[in-house]
T-cell receptor, first 113, second 113 residues
Framework: AQTVTQSQPEMSVQEAETVTLSCTYDTSENNYYLFWYKQPPSRQMILVIRQEAYKQQNATENRFSVNFQKAAKSFSLKISDSQLGDTAMYFCASVSSARQLTFGSGTQLTVLP | GAVVSQHPSWVICKSGTSVKIECRSLDFQATTMFWYRQFPKQSLMLMATSNEGSKATYEQGVEKDKFLINHASLTLSTLTVTSAHPEDSSFYIC?????????FGPGTRLTVT
């Protein structure tokens, strides 16, 4: 079984600053994918970034990047130049051959003006 | 990108009545869809996996007779909450799987009075 742990229930960051959200996971699979989803107040789940476990290079999407440490089973999300629109709940998730997502408990990020 | 719609976006029903929620993949075919329930400030809780043309697989603790799932086509899955009670009030989210990714609907807020 897969588990995903987010140890930071809430975080805040000043606008234009950088923030890192932590996530650790556990899996016995060799082939898996990791994701960060954003859920703004509208509650629509939005995919922020994905990482294939077999790729060593960290994924990057504009202001969002990950630090994927496979041996440590760590998958943190860095948001650069934080914007007010980044205020949301962020969920880390994993999927493997079982094909269903396992979510972490979420981190509520507030960007302060 | 892949789009998933969900209808209705919100519904209020009286205790003892049934309500149906539809989940549609608009621009791709999905043999597998998922239904989640989410309480405020919590993570998504998987209720069931819906497979086209076969019976849904329910997670432990989810009453299959109360939450009826039908996946009649490759683009439509429905969740029917039967004999709804106030404790069924929640936010319900569906997703459709495409390869290793899931695409989420905007959710349905159910209020049972």
């Amino acid at each position: 079984a897969q588990t995903v742990t987010q140890s930071q229930p809430e975080m805040s960051v000043q606008e234009a600053e950088t923030v890192t959200l932590s996530c650790t996971y556990d899996t016995s699979e060799n082939n898996y994918y990791l994701f960060w989803y954003k859920q703004p107040p509208s509650r629509q789940m939005i995919l922020v970034i994905r990482q294939e476990a077999y790729k060593q290079q960290n994924a990057t999407e504009n202001r969002f990047s990950v630090n994927f440490q496979k041996a440590a089973k760590s998958f943190s999300l860095k948001i650069s130049d934080s914007q007010l629109g980044d205020t949301a709940m962020y969920f880390c998730a994993s999927v493997s051959s079982a094909r269903q997502l396992t979510f972490g408990s979420g981190t509520q990020l507030t960007v302060l003006p | 990108g892949a789009v998933v719609s969900q209808h209705p976006s919100w519904v209020i029903c009286k205790s003892g009545t049934s309500v149906k929620i539809e989940c549609r993949s608009l621009d791709f075919q999905a043999t597998t869809m998922f239904w989640y329930r989410q309480f405020p400030k919590q993570s998504l809780m998987l209720m069931a996996t819906s497979n086209e043309g076969s019976k849904a697989t329910y997670e432990q603790g989810v009453e299959k007779d109360k939450f009826l799932i039908n996946h009649a086509s490759l683009t439509l899955s429905t969740l029917t909450v039967t004999s709804a009670h106030p404790e069924d009030s929640s936010f319900y989210i569906c997703s459709a799987r495409l390869a290793y990714e899931q695409y989420f609907g905007p959710g349905t807020r159910l209020t049972v009075t």
